[in-house]
């Protein structure tokens, strides 16, 4: 015991734990016997079954907690960067890509050499989001 | 030589614990403990009447404390629950909360004695001394301080003869066998005394003027 022996509250806690300890030495069937006497080791009883029970469900739940946040941070994946291209660019690996019938453009895109500035550009970052072309490619 | 089993052959950090020479096992090193399952089935299996000795030993720990017994009876099973803290393979499981619970309330006498700087300052690592930080004791120090030297003027006055032989023996830290022997009690005479002492301490603990 650490406790200080001046402190009253270690001075009660010493008769607590004779009291405790003596509670611990006690027959099963004795303390079984008091019980039905007294309601309020009984109770005592209920509520310490409760109170694991609780303890379960709490500690289940943080490791339920834990357990989605790990997942969610495993799963967490940053956005690519994508670099932006001007539509200058963007034209410029279009007709590369359809001059040389790459497979990587969809049919109608092949078609699409006179596409807007912006359809351009985005039809461009979508092949780079997708992997079809490097991002870093140089035209 | 004692009996091994595979699963106590390695430490948690994976390092062999047991060393082979002629035909000799070491077994010193042997930290054999439950697992998280085997405990939680052990608790779960427990017996009413060892539901009352943890449910009432709780209240007796936290008797003149600001803090409740169920709170250090649940920090204990959470504790053991989440594997912080480990239970010795063959000690009854509740005797295991049990002790937990003796050594949480150690952990908050002593943080509460430097109170109100252990609310700021962490000076100790101690695993019990970072648990009891999950207890919220339901009034200041002085305050709970007053309150036990009020419950111990009650128990003053209230015990006689024999009762009182029997609480200043604890007081004085007597062990059970020194406190008989100084009393002149029988270990029937004392185990009752007990009783008529722990009941009385029920009511006391019941008054109004100390809770």
């Not at chain 1, 609780?54 to 670099?83: C, D, F, H, T, W």
């Amino acid at each position: 015991m650490t406790a200080d022996t001046n402190d009253p509250r270690a001075e009660l806690n010493k008769i607590a734990r004779h009291l405790a300890d003596d509670l611990f030495n006690t027959p099963d069937a004795e303390l079984l016997q008091e019980a039905a006497k007294d309601a309020s080791l009984k109770a005592a009883g209920i509520s310490a079954r409760g109170i694991y029970q609780n303890a379960i469900q709490a500690v289940g739940a943080s490791r339920l907690q834990a357990a989605r946040e790990a997942m969610k941070s495993a799963n967490y994946q940053p956005p690519p960067e994508i670099r932006r291209f001007d539509a200058s660019t963007a034209h410029k690996i279009i007709s590369k890509l359809t001059a040389a019938n790459d497979p990587q453009l969809t049919l109608a895109a092949r078609n699409l050499n006179n596409i807007s500035d912006e359809e351009a550009i985005e039809l461009v970052m979508e092949l780079v989001e997708l992997g079809a072309i490097d991002k870093d490619v140089q035209f | 030589m004692q009996k091994i089993f595979l699963q106590c052959l390695y430490s948690e950090k994976n390092e062999p614990l047991v060393t082979w020479g002629a035909n000799l096992i070491t077994t010193e090193k042997i930290r054999d403990v439950l697992s998280v399952d085997e405990l939680r089935e052990s608790l779960s299996s427990l017996t009413e009447a060892k539901w009352i000795k943890l449910g009432r030993s709780s209240e007796y720990l936290c008797m003149g404390l600001a803090i409740e017994g169920k709170d250090i009876l649940n920090l204990a099973f959470c504790k053991a629950l989440e594997g912080k803290r480990k239970c010795p393979r063959g000690l009854p499981v509740e005797v295991f909360i049990y002790g937990a619970m003796k050594s949480l309330i150690d952990a908050y006498l002593k943080n509460r004695k430097r109170d109100p700087l252990h609310l700021t300052v962490k000076t100790s690592e101690e695993d019990d001394s970072l648990d009891i930080d999950d207890l919220q004791p339901t009034i200041d120090t002085p305050e709970e301080i007053l309150k036990a030297k009020q419950t111990l003027d009650e128990i003053d006055q209230t015990f006689k003869d024999d009762e009182a032989m029997v609480v200043m023996a604890q007081l004085d830290g007597y062990s059970p066998k020194e406190i008989q022997e100084t009393v002149g009690l029988t270990p029937t005479q004392y185990a009752s005394t007990l009783k008529a002492i722990g009941r009385k301490l029920d009511k006391l603990a019941k008054k109004e003027s100390l809770k």
